[in-house]
């Protein structure tokens, strides 16, 4: 049997296009999948989810991976990195897109405008500034809707798989030190720079806003050939790393959700 090369150095490989097109060459009957998207896809501290599934796949996918920590899916589905992927899926024989953003769009300062100031009396429903949430779900949704629509002009028989992630907590937990940066949180701290400092009142906020783009992408998915794959209720509280990523495990859960709907299209991989 042939010695599986290293994780790390294996993952680097799957992100260029010198290894992708002679594993394309080599091994035509394996899925090809393109991935794409932000940390929930790219997590560097501990195996994340499209890592996951290149191992529940025991590698044998074509995979190029295009996925970057801290990407917004605004900023995904505009100027270069949309030509990229539209160059990808119109050159190769791309079957299943793999799609991970939003999350970056709604927290960190992107969460600021979309609350209010908090006084006396106040309910944690009247915290959220309904008009600019409204706009920003609108500008989210718009991104999803020009993906779609990328995917159908270029490989429009490629799927496109989606997802809502799951019920994140304001913890105020970080990812850690890097490089002597602190990395996170992400929402705790801009909730209560609004005055909005009951734990329960923030988890009622965070998870209206996931709810809210959970239906958003509920609409998506009934576009012809999008799957949204069903991640929310997955984690327990103990499967979150910090207040955005789940730990090794936690991924390794969320991975399941993605295999049991990768296998419907390739039954004899996943």
């Known amino acids: 049997m042939p010695t599986m090369p290293d994780p790390v150095q294996h993952n680097q490989r799957r992100k260029l296009l010198k290894f992708f097109e002679p594993s394309l060459k080599q091994h035509p009957e394996w899925p090809v999948i393109v991935s794409e998207g932000d940390s929930w896809f790219s997590f560097p501290i501990h195996a994340n989810l499209i890592d996951h599934l290149d191992e529940m796949a025991q590698r044998r996918i074509n995979l190029l991976r295009l996925e970057s920590s801290g990407d917004k899916a605004l900023q995904i589905i ?4 949309k030509a990229k992927l539209a160059k990808y899926l119109k050159r190769y024989p791309v079957q299943a897109l793999l799609f991970s953003g939003g999350g970056n769009d709604v927290v960190g300062r992107d969460l600021l405008p979309l609350l ?30 020009d993906l ?123």
């Open 116 to 145: 209010n100031q908090r006084e006396t009396g106040m309910t944690w429903r009247q915290c959220i500034n309904e008009e600019t949430t409204q706009a920003r779900f609108s500008a989210i949704r718009s991104t999803y809707l």
């Open 148 to 270: 779609v629509h990328l995917r159908n002009e270029n490989k429009s028989q490629c799927r496109l798989y989606i997802h809502s992630y799951d019920w994140a907590i304001p913890s105020g937990r970080t990812a850690g030190t890097f490089w002597g940066l602190r990395v996170g949180p992400w929402m705790k701290p801009y909730l209560e720079q609004k005055g909005i400092e009951e734990p329960t009142d923030q988890g009622h906020i965070i998870r209206f806003l996931l709810a809210t783009f959970h239906e958003m992408l509920e609409e998506i998915a009934e576009k012809p050939g999008v799957v949204l794959v069903p991640t929310h209720g997955t984690l327990e509280e103990s499967d979150w790393n910090d207040e955005l990523h789940p730990t090794r495990r936690g991924f390794e859960k969320l991975a399941e959700k993605f295999r049991a709907e990768l296998r419907k299209q390739f039954p004899g991989t996943f």
């Open 78 to 81: 505009g100027g270069k990195q």
